[in-house]
């Protein structure tokens, strides 16, 4: 929903308001204000809500960030292993003899685990948003 769109949307709320029926006394300056406060509180937990939602998904990208770094230093180490592997053998060396080869690719795959973890997370937080504009 654009600023544009919710405008509207605030405005043709406001004017949903009943005007009194000719048997009805009309309703005072106090009554009136007390709705406008009762919707700005209202406003205010909806941007409260999405304001706290968009600061957790920044954070779950940073945190990403940091695990995707995480993730390259990992490969770049297999990758320095395995090439002092073949540098110190004349044949192609077996992987699984290139020491600390198993523990490096299960350090990189408990990384990537991690990673769509907080991928997860951040769809269902987007999904959450999206509900909530619809209703």
Request: aromatic fraction near 2%.
């Amino acid at each position: 929903m654009t600023d544009t769109d919710q405008t509207t949307a605030e405005q043709e709320k406001l004017e949903e308001i009943p005007a009194p029926a000719s048997g009805e006394e009309k309703r005072d300056l106090p009554w009136h204000l007390d709705r406008i406060w009762q919707e700005v509180k209202e406003i205010g937990g909806q941007l409260e809500s999405e304001t706290r939602r968009g600061g957790r998904i920044a954070k779950l990208k940073l945190e990403i960030l940091g695990l995707r770094h995480r993730a390259n230093e990992h490969t770049s180490r297999l990758g320095k292993l395995v090439y002092e592997a073949q540098k110190s053998s004349d044949k192609r060396p077996t992987l699984s003899r290139v020491e600390g080869y198993d523990d490096i690719v299960a350090e990189i795959a408990a990384v990537e685990s991690e990673m769509e973890a907080k991928r997860e997370e951040i769809a269902e937080l987007k999904a959450h948003a999206q509900e909530h504009e619809a209703t």
